[in-house]
């Protein structure tokens, strides 16, 4: 049996340049591909394209997209490749780096850091 045949219908999630990876089924949302891995690559949030926080850029391969609104996503960013990882299933392998506000420098915990801060404005706002 060829390696493309064991693999029918799953894929591997290349994330970052550091050699991250995980396997995701073509029916399946990268975003719960890496959390059903254990990984903590990206940001996690709604997990239903609503809050915007795992944005990434597809760098290579070959995606389609659940429903994602143009306030989480804008037409140029999806012209750039950008996505809402809740919302993105392989038909491919892909190569894809974080793209949201939590990717803009600084290491690991300084995006955890940011992160958390992000979603306590968030509650803050479903609470008022
Ligand atoms: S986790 Fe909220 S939009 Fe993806």
Do not use: H
Not at 31 to 41: E, F, I, N, T
């Amino acid at each position: 049996m060829a390696a493309n045949e064991a693999r029918a219908g799953r894929y591997r999630i290349r994330v970052g340049c550091d050699g991250i990876e995980f396997e995701c089924r073509e029916s399946q949302p990268v975003l719960l591909a890496m959390c059903a891995a254990g990984r903590k690559d990206l940001p996690v949030g709604c997990r239903s394209g609503g809050c915007g926080v795992c944005r990434v850029r597809v760098l290579a391969g070959e995606y389609e997209t659940g429903t994602m609104s143009a306030e989480r996503v804008t037409p140029t960013q999806r012209a750039r490749g950008e996505v809402l990882a809740c919302q993105l299933l392989p038909r491919s392998d892909l190569d894809i780096e974080p793209a949201g506000g939590l990717a803009d420098g600084g290491g690991r915990q300084s995006d955890y850091e940011r992160f958390v801060a992000r979603l306590k404005i968030i509650q803050e706002g479903e609470g008022s």
